[in-house]
Structure formats: C-alpha cells, structure tokens
C-alpha cells in the first residue's frame, strides 16, 4: 500500500506543475512569434491560443509580475532574460519528447498532441533518460536548434 505522505507529495508536485503549464506554454509561444515577426502583440497570442484579448492580458499580467515579459500598454510584448531562459528550456522539453515519441513508433501528428500533455510533467530524470535513449536510436542526429 502506498504511504500518504508520498500520495500527497506527488499531487502536491502535479498541483504546481499545472500552475506552470500556461506561463511555459505562452511564454515559448511569445519566444517563437518574435522569431518569426520581430515582435509580439496581445493579438498575436489571441489567434494562436484562440483565446479572448482580456484572457491574454491577464496571463500576460501574472508573467510580467513573476518576471518573465515586459509589456506597456499599446506595445509588444517582451521576454526578459528569465523569460528567454524559461523559452528555451520549455521548447528544448517540447523538442525532446516530441522527438522520442515519433522515436518509439507514434505518428508525428500524434506525437504533437501527446508532447502538449506530457513535456509540463515530465521530471528532469526521465528527459535524461528520453535523451539518452534518443542517442542510442538516432545515434548523434538529435540535437536542438534554437
């Protein structure tokens, strides 16, 4: 029988890791629309996430507080040097399980959706292991751009 302690260890971890799952998820999203645009606006965030424009100036509201962008009304939006940080760990995360699920057979298309749910819970321990195990099956051919 599994001792209570570690039951609600392990809810007290998933409760937190959805706490940042939505900070991760539109803080790579800013990342990715300024490399393809040069800036990022509420707009832009509204059409990719198919979101209200009061929805995404509120999240856009906590990130700025917890330090992640820098906004000013009527301005785009910017990621902060612990912004940038969070974006390439989130998208290196995103990279790895996606590139070990189509590894292990999963269609690509799958593997997309699948990668959404899994790459906010997966630990550290287990993307080593990912990695690892991407190394022994591609050899050296997984890297991540960014």
Do not use: W
Request: glycine share 4%; aromatic share 6%; proline share 3%.
């Amino acid at each position: 029988m599994n001792n209570p302690r570690k039951i609600a260890d392990r809810h007290r971890r998933t409760r937190k890791d959805h706490a940042t799952e939505t900070a991760e998820d539109y803080v790579e999203a800013i990342f990715e629309i300024i490399e393809d645009q040069e800036q990022c606006r509420v707009v832009d965030l509204t059409k990719r996430f198919d979101v209200s424009h009061v929805t995404v100036t509120r999240i856009i509201s906590r990130l700025q507080k917890e330090g992640y962008v820098q906004t000013e009304p009527y301005r785009p939006i910017e990621l902060t040097k612990d912004g940038v940080t969070l974006a390439r760990t989130s998208r290196e995360r995103h990279h790895v399980v996606f590139e070990y699920l189509v590894a292990i057979g999963v269609p690509p298309d799958v593997a997309e959706i699948d990668t959404e749910g899994i790459e906010h819970h997966v630990s550290e321990k287990t993307l080593s292991v990912f990695r690892r195990h991407l190394k022994e099956l591609k050899g050296d051919k997984i890297g991540v751009s960014m």
